[in-house]
């Protein structure tokens, strides 16, 4: 079983980027999936969710209006687009996989997680 991000990097204040998780060796339809983020010395935190078969979408207060979810389960790909990026936003994000959209925050209920991309916004 697998996540791996791509796509993170270091971005001025205003910039855009797309991070892309791609999953192997379990059944993506059967998972809700998320993106979440930790910053130096901070608990990570959901960003966006999105349902097994991408109708349901989250967005926390934060970043709504600035990212967008989406999934597409014929080619086990998740993806997280970001604009008007501030440095606030600047944390590891990580790709995960949980079955219960009820735990979707509880981070210990996770079944997979990948091994994050740093996001980086500074100027």
């Known amino acids: 079983v697998q996540l791996v991000e791509s796509g993170g990097g270091l971005v001025q204040p205003g910039g855009s980027l797309r991070l892309s998780c791609a999953a192997s060796g379990f059944i993506l339809k059967e998972y809700h999936m998320t993106w979440v983020r930790q910053a130096p010395g901070k608990e990570r935190e959901l960003v966006a969710a999105?349902?097994?078969?991408?109708?349901?979408?989250l967005h926390v207060d934060s970043v709504k209006g600035r990212f967008t979810i989406s999934r597409d389960n014929t080619r086990n790909m998740v993806y997280l687009q970001m604009n008007i990026l501030k440095p606030e936003d600047t944390a590891v994000y990580y790709c995960?996989?949980?079955?219960?959209?009820?735990?979707?925050?509880?981070?210990?209920?996770?079944?997979?997680w990948g091994q994050g991309t740093q996001v980086t916004v500074s100027s």
């Open positions: 995960g996989a949980v079955r219960k959209w009820s735990e979707i925050r509880a981070m210990n209920a996770y079944d997979y």
């Open positions: 999105i349902e097994n078969f991408g109708v349901g979408r």
